[in-house]
């Protein structure tokens, strides 16, 4: 079962790997820890991506999810059987090959590699990381800057929020010699278990 106050982890098994993406799928706007319950309910240990076969070849998968409750039946049902059948390589993809799956956005795709993979750099512009981004440009005095309440789906609008948010971080650890020093897994993780009470995104 996936842990969702220790999610970084960079050498998980293929199996366990396919778990962290399908945990990154339905955790979006709903509590993680449910989720994370619900989806160990769906998959009760078995390999994922196996049982999402057989139970799509068998006509059973929307039955599985409705019986634990995922929720967004349709759209879990597609990205689960896509991500399935296919042969991507979740231990070596670029972020935006899995944005082409049903239900995995920019925000979803970085959050897999950014705690999956070593040294990664991303932003999870997720409500919890945007509200610390306008909490602190405020009290820093900066001039004000319309950040953004949910994760902008527009790639353009995302990478300039990311700079500004790797910035801000950045700024804050004096000592080191830029963004590039900074364990971006490490605070985003630091940031969620600050802020949790809400939906993880």
Known sequence: MIDPSNVTDTSRAPAALEEFLLFCIVVAGKNADQQSAKLEGFLRGRSPFVF???????????RRLREVR?????????SFRQLAESNV????CPWETL???PGIGIKTAKFFVLHSRPGQMHGVLDTHVLSW???????????????????????????????????M?????????????????????????????????
Not at 70 to 78: H, V
Not at 89 to 92: A, I, Q, T
Request: net charge positive; aromatic share 12%.
């Open 99 to 101: 944005t082409r799956f």
């Open 169 to 201: 971080v950045a700024g804050m650890h004096h000592g080191a010699p830029g963004a590039r020093a900074v364990d971006w897994a490490r605070f985003d993780l630091d940031l969620w278990k600050e802020r949790r009470g809400g939906p993880a995104a």
């Open 89 to 92: 390589d979740l231990r070596s």
């Open 52 to 62: 999402i076969r057989e139970c799509a070849g068998n006509g059973s998968l929307g």
């Open 133 to 167: 981004m306008r909490e602190h440009w405020a009290g820093a005095g900066k001039r004000a800057l319309a950040v953004p309440r949910h994760s902008p789906q527009d790639p353009g609008a995302y990478r300039f929020w990311e700079t500004v948010y790797f910035g």
């Open 70 to 78: 995922l929720g967004k039946y349709t759209l879990l049902g597609r």
